[in-house]
């Protein structure tokens, strides 16, 4: 069973960074996507970026695009979102996700069948 354990949400103002960390254990990390996806109160979870098997392919959402960067290091079992200029409106919960179904940077969320129990990142205006 995979286990994925996220790190480094927090608070910070706008135009700020983050870096979140996603540590995978249970499963042969650098065969599978793995991706970020966030969910705002009172809102649906959304998809955020994605990152193929070995890192040579990255997919964002448009609302992240130029302002987040997804990276993998296959040696250390860990994924990562850096996260510039956020915005207010970047406030969410932010998930770690897995997928054993596709080794491309896939954005749609039923591929992904492992998750982690999420990181909270507030920004404030």
């Known amino acids: 069973q995979v286990q994925l354990i996220e790190s480094g949400g927090g608070l910070v103002q706008a135009g700020g960074s983050l870096r979140l960390s996603c540590a995978a254990s249970?499963?042969?990390?650098?065969?599978?996507?793995m991706a970020w996806f966030r969910q705002a109160p009172g809102k649906e979870r959304e998809f955020a970026a994605a990152i193929s098997w070995s890192g040579g392919s990255t997919t964002y959402a448009d609302s992240v695009k130029g302002r987040f960067t997804i990276s993998r290091d296959n040696a250390k079992n860990t994924v990562y979102l850096q996260m510039n200029s956020l915005k207010p409106e970047d406030t969410a919960v932010y998930y770690c996700a897995s997928s054993q179904q596709v080794r491309r940077s896939v954005p749609t969320m039923s591929v992904y069948d492992a998750w982690g129990q999420g990181t909270q990142v507030t920004v404030s205006s």
């Open positions: 249970g499963r042969i990390f650098s065969n599978y996507a």
